[in-house]
């Protein structure tokens, strides 16, 4: 179980990019982050990582399994990262080191980590990129990343991050940049992975809603509602879960999402959603406590009562 208390991220200028974020993770259960670009969910498991910048000022606390993450050195969180947590980042491959076979770079955590000889790490290495039919791996293993496409980086970049088998995942929008078949064999896998506590960023909600047993919704750098599955898909409470799911082709893209804030005087103050909100009144103008209602967190005054 991850317990995260009170986090928050502030970049230089006092940008806030993860506002006292608080949230319970589940052992063994896929809890998925959602909210558009900029909203912190990146931020959020690059902290539990501790891979941000320098500039970074970070506070509050994160506990995987008793450990507090954000008091260790950076060699006792080294230790850490592919054995206890592993990540799979997105960006379709592009972190992946161009001088380096895709192959060992697939093995490399077993190497690494687990001491695994090389040429049965790599043998496992083949086996994982199968998982994601990558095809012709055997060859592939061999090939530098450049000889690939955005696409089968991304798979890899799963199969480095997967191939541990580290308790804990973390991954940054997996299914980004795949096609709807890709996109079918990322969720297979995913939800192949029922012995591992999962959270996961996506945008890609048909995905979400496929494998996620928890829904956690960031909003402007703090979480807005937090619920279970069949609570976000089927009945939604804050405003801007509503719009999301509106928004939906499926659902006839209906949402009016409005404009990105522009009052950063008012919002710094008061509800972060304020600009777009339709329900908004003037109690909005103070910031909306997040409130607990049947076992569900939502950050809105509509539920404070």
Known sequence: MIEINNLSVEFSGDVKAVDSLSLVVPGGKKTLIIGESGSGKSVLLAAMLQILPPSAKVSGSITLGGIQLLTLSEKQMASVRGEAMSYIPQGSGNSMNPLLTVGYQVAEPLIEKKRIPKKAALISAVEWMKKLNLGNEEKLASAYPHTLSGGMRQRALISMGAISGAPVLLADE?????????????????????????????????????????????????????????????????????????????????ANMGFAPTDKGLESIGCHFYSRCPHRSDRCQLAPPLVEKHGRKVRCWLYAD
């Not at 990322?186 to 890609?204: E, Q």
């Not at 409470?237 to 939906?248: D, Q, T, V, W």
């Open 174 to 254: 997996p299914t980004k940049g795949l096609d709807g078949e890709r996109v079918e064999t990322v969720t297979d896998l995913f939800l192949a992975l029922d012995d591992r506590t999962i959270l996961c960023v996506s945008h890609n909600l048909n995905f979400v809603e496929t494998i996620a047993d928890l829904v956690c919704v960031m909003y402007s750098a703090q979480q807005v509602e937090y619920c279970t599955n069949s609570e976000f898909f089927s009945e939604p409470l804050h405003p801007y879960s509503r719009m999301i799911l509106e928004a939906m082709p499926e659902n006839g893209l209906k």
